[in-house]
């Protein structure tokens, strides 16, 4: 069984900034690309920003320059530093894993439960 335990959401005003971190736990074998996924109210879930476990990164033109995520493998954690946050930027955060279970597994993806991220204006 895998968790991800997510962490680091809130309320903030307009300018401000959150980071968010989401830990991997449980049965693991390897851990492969992790994300930041968000979904506002009557929005569709939305890719935010990705790394890859070489650390290559993938950012929503929204967030570009605004946002920055990172991953520490030995810890099996992912980092999303938020600065400059906007009103828009309010939504329900989920990080994602893809991961294997053990050498012969498929990789699979797994998702955190969600944090709440509120910017005022």
């Known amino acids: 069984q895998v968790q991800l335990v997510e962490s680091g959401g809130g309320l903030v005003q307009a300018g401000g900034s959150l980071r968010l971190s989401c830990a991997a736990s449980?049965?693991?074998?390897?851990?492969?690309?992790m994300g930041w996924y968000r979904q506002a109210p009557g929005k569709q879930r939305e890719l935010v920003a990705s790394?890859?476990?070489?650390?290559?990164?993938t950012y929503a033109d929204s967030v570009q320059g605004r946002f920055s995520i990172s991953r520490d493998n030995a810890k099996r954690t992912v980092y999303l530093q938020m600065n400059s946050l906007k009103p828009e930027d309010t939504a329900v955060y989920y990080c994602?894993?893809?991961?294997?279970?053990?050498?012969?597994?498929?990789?699979?993806?797994?998702w955190g439960q969600g944090t709440q991220v509120t910017v005022s204006s």
């Open positions: 994602s894993a893809d991961y294997r279970s053990t050498f012969q597994s498929p990789v699979s993806r797994y």
């Open positions: 790394i890859t476990t070489g650390s290559s990164t």
């Open positions: 449980g049965t693991i074998f390897s851990i492969g690309a």
